[in-house]
């Protein structure tokens, strides 16, 4: 059942040098800015934070996150699984464990966004949900010390399709990812183990696996 | 059944100034920094990310977020809450909605870094949840663009205890924290809400809640 669409990812042995620090005026993808405010007792405050240059100008967002979930419509039976990746990232010198995501081009849509990256990077065809729970509110990453933000989009793979068969992900030169599935009732257990091999847990993944389990330990069904 | 921590917080309507770019001589919580590494068809390339100034020297963390359960033992009938923060975040501009959170202090466990979070910014009592359930995997908030990180750490909070009758929280000078709450099951529909009410959502919040929400949706209780 796990998708194949790329050999497994190897990390290089080489070492990375994560503190060599950043001339700003060298910097094309991301910067520090420092935010005057005024607090609620009138007194005149400053604050440190780093933000993407890259996000489109007109767009709220940086980029989306895709929650893909595998069906099999003729296996009603089989459990639906989240499509998950391994890609080595280098601020924090780790393979980490992430849903498929990439940045907003200019004029783009967040449903067209996370369709176009999710056949980029996985290769599979998807259907944005319907209900109202498609995109999700705008989401910070960390909005104490960055302005990075995201839309999830919640989509479905349908296996069955024709499309769906041999999954080719086109990626670019400097993307090497492999991807994965998970059932969705199985996610946190699975963070839980991915840690123990030394990969290391997106927050997004890692948040929305606690909320699937502390749904169960609630029953809030 | 809302815990009462401080008056509503006030938004200041000066306008702030993010646009200032930072020497990076000045910064003293934040900086770039550029990793070069060799990826796996042996081609050397650099990342540009970003990195708070804060973690302790020793620290695989910056800090935690803290997942309280509001629990009435005399009422359970009484939905579990999840207790929820909305706090002005400059980097972005906007009154967010969060979990209580925290920078770690050198040599602080995080369980000891939540429950004196939990204290300083609502003033409850908790205790850690067990059953491996209580301090999360390491989860990076953004690792396309920075190391930041935290362990969630799920507790819960004995509404009927003599010491969480009339919580007082102990805020720093320039933290302005307004504390509530909301039902587990209705935190999903409640981010739509905060969000069309013009705040922001945090990502780790509006995650979790997608969790519960999926959870529901598929019956995977």
Not at 49 to 54: C, D, G, I, V, Y
Not at 185 to 201: H, V
Not at 208 to 213: C, M, R, S, T
Request: aromatic residues 8%; contains cysteine.
């Amino acid at each position: 059942m796990a998708p194949k669409c790329r050999p497994r990812y190897e990390v290089s042995k080489q070492p990375s040098s994560p503190d060599t620090v950043q001339d700003y005026k060298d910097a094309r993808w991301a910067t520090l800015v420092k935010t005057t405010y005024i607090d609620p007792d009138s007194t005149t405050r400053t604050w440190e934070s780093a933000e993407r240059l890259t996000r489109p100008a007109g767009s709220l967002i940086d980029g989306v996150g895709i929650v893909a979930i595998l069906q099999h419509p003729s296996d009603p039976s089989a459990p639906p699984s989240i499509l998950l990746q391994k890609q080595f990232r280098p601020p924090i010198d780790a393979v980490t464990i992430e849903v498929p995501a990439g940045l907003i081009d200019a004029g783009e849509t967040a449903e067209q966004c996370a369709l176009r990256e999710l056949k980029e990077e996985t290769g599979y065809v998807g259907t944005v949900v319907g209900e109202g729970f498609g995109v999700s509110p705008v989401m910070f990453n960390d909005p104490g010390f960055c302005n990075t933000n995201l839309h999830m989009v919640h989509v479905t793979v349908d296996l069955s399709k024709p499309e769906n068969q041999n999954p080719k992900p086109e990626l670019e030169d400097n993307e090497f990812i492999e991807c994965f599935s998970v059932p969705l009732t199985d996610l946190y257990a699975a963070c839980r183990r991915f840690e123990k091999e030394g990969f290391a847990i997106d927050a997004r993944v890692g948040t929305f696996a606690e909320g699937i389990e502390v749904a169960k330990r609630w029953k809030l069904v």
